[in-house]
């Protein structure tokens, strides 16, 4: 028998990660303890949508919540670029510094003011490391062309095409690709060819997109994820619930190296 390979999945999710994406972790980590095996962190890094990167902190005086981000290269990387390849202005950490000390302690500012990525993808794994949070889990993104061409063909996709002097993450239909440009409104994009290495899943199609690579034996879902996995694309897998976390939504803030 071959054995376990514990997996779940997560966007970068915050340049300090949201607790869901710790409970995800810590729940792995029980299970692994359990059965064995390796545990397998999907980054769908391909993802494009910047609200998966907003951080919630608490002030450490008066309770409030702050919703802080990053800030990009520009509107069109912004908007519609994976974040694989969402660029970082220049100034931003330094920027973000001055406004840390009312949301976190020492420690935390000197390990962010440590931490460094070009893209909020890499900026992310960055400070995610340094936190002792990946500490013996393997990292397989989403957006890697070896991991892409390995990948069983899926019909429902965005493609990473040219746009405006960029590369947009376009939804891909009846020959068409578009980006969503809020509400009701869609930009559709020239005709172009692509290769699987351009491809990423859609929500409904990324756990067999995953599988098809990772092959895991067990998959720690979040509590949102059931209602659109599709369990039965990969019924070989032991679904797993993640394990509940107060304020899943906000920053974790505690270094464990």
């Known amino acids: 028998m071959t054995p376990p390979v ?3 999945g997560q966007q970068p999710c915050g ?3 949201k607790r869901f994406l710790v409970a995800k972790i810590l729940t792995a980590r029980r299970w692994q303890k359990e059965v064995g095996g390796k545990i397998v962190f999907f980054l769908h890094d391909s993802d494009h949508d ?3 990167t ?3 902190l ?3 005086k008066t309770n409030e919540t702050a919703h802080l981000n990053f800030t990009f290269r ?3 990387q912004r908007k519609f670029s994976p974040l694989n390849l969402k660029q970082i202005t220049a100034d931003w950490q330094e920027k973000t510094l001055l406004q840390l000390p009312n949301y976190v302690g020492h420690d935390l500012i000197e390990l962010f003011r440590g931490s ?3 893209t909020a993808a890499e900026f992310c794994l960055s400070v995610y490391g340094r936190m002792g949070l990946l500490e013996g889990i393997e990292i397989v993104r989403s957006s890697d062309p070896v991991f892409r061409r390995a990948a069983c063909d899926i019909a429902d996709y965005f493609v990473d095409v040219p746009y405006q002097g960029e590369i947009v993450r376009a939804r891909y239909a009846d020959g068409t690709f578009t980006l969503h440009a809020g509400g009701d409104s ?3 994009l020239p005709p172009a060819t692509f290769t699987k290495e351009q491809i990423s899943p859609t929500r409904d199609s990324r756990l067999r997109w995953m599988q098809s690579v990772v092959h895991c034996t067990h998959y720690i879902a979040g509590l949102g994820e059931t209602a659109y996995l599709h369990p039965e694309a990969a019924p070989e897998i032991t679904y797993v619930t993640r394990d509940a976390i107060d304020r899943s939504d906000e920053a974790y803030t505690e270094i464990t190296a």
Request: proline share 8%; charged share 25%; aromatic share 16%.
């Open 6 to 8: 514990i997996s779940f």
């Open 15 to 17: 340049f300090f990660p």
């Open 50 to 52: 910047p609200r998966e």
């Open 54 to 56: 907003r951080t919630i």
């Open 58 to 60: 608490r002030h450490r």
């Open 74 to 76: 520009n509107k069109i």
């Open 116 to 118: 460094s990525g070009l």
């Open 186 to 188: 869609f930009i559709t």
